[in-house]
């Protein structure tokens, strides 16, 4: 039986190759994973995208809110600028977030982090929004704009998202899940 790692491994090779392929310039991996290094911590590279995100698989789900990424090099992953209720004072919303994010890990075994600004990839905690590969044409879609949407999380932070831009579309995704009284927004929940 084939093992899962090998496979996510061929899988992040696959991946990494087709969206790396122009990257010649740049220090790459022996899967074709462009390595950002800090000049004083040359052992702790991390994969990242030519438009900048961090490449990542999930290896544990602490909460709808915090992710554990790269298991090699681990990092604990928050969710930037949201939150939600805890699972004592909303169990439907925790319950609901978690569900869709156990299954954006089973359908794909990589993702991609928009990580906020000032985040230190030499850090063992970062702070960003998770993303996955929808294909080649349709880009990238935003896991946390998703979970918004849904009503499963609520904006707390705008300043901590990528850009002025992500947080528009953050804000947009909330008043929507607000206005048809999605999640934890039908359930009286407030700003």
């Not at 990528?162 to 995704?173: D, K, P």
């Amino acid at each position: 039986m084939i093992s899962i790692r090998l496979v996510l491994t061929a899988m992040l090779a696959l991946v990494s190759a087709f969206a790396l392929a122009s990257c010649v310039t740049q220090e790459v991996d022996a899967e074709g994973n462009v390595i950002v290094k800090d000049e004083g911590d040359a052992d702790n590279a991390q994969p990242v995208t030519e438009d900048g995100l961090l490449l990542a698989s999930i290896y544990r789900i602490e909460s709808p809110t915090v992710v554990y990424i790269n298991r090699n090099n681990s990092k604990k992953l928050t969710f930037a600028g949201v939150t939600l209720p805890s699972a004592d004072e909303d169990p439907d919303t925790y319950s609901a977030a978690m569900s869709v994010l156990v299954t954006h890990q089973k359908e794909a075994p990589l993702f991609y982090i928009r990580m906020s600004p000032g985040t230190n990839l030499n850090s063992k905690e970062i702070t960003g929004t998770l993303m996955r590969q929808m294909d080649k044409q349709k880009g990238y879609f935003d896991i946390t704009q998703g979970l918004l949407s849904l009503g499963l999380l609520r904006i707390s932070n705008p300043a901590e998202f990528a850009s002025v831009q992500v947080a528009e579309n953050m804000r947009l995704r909330q008043e929507e899940a607000q206005r048809k009284r999605l999640g934890m927004w039908g359930r009286g929940a407030t700003r």
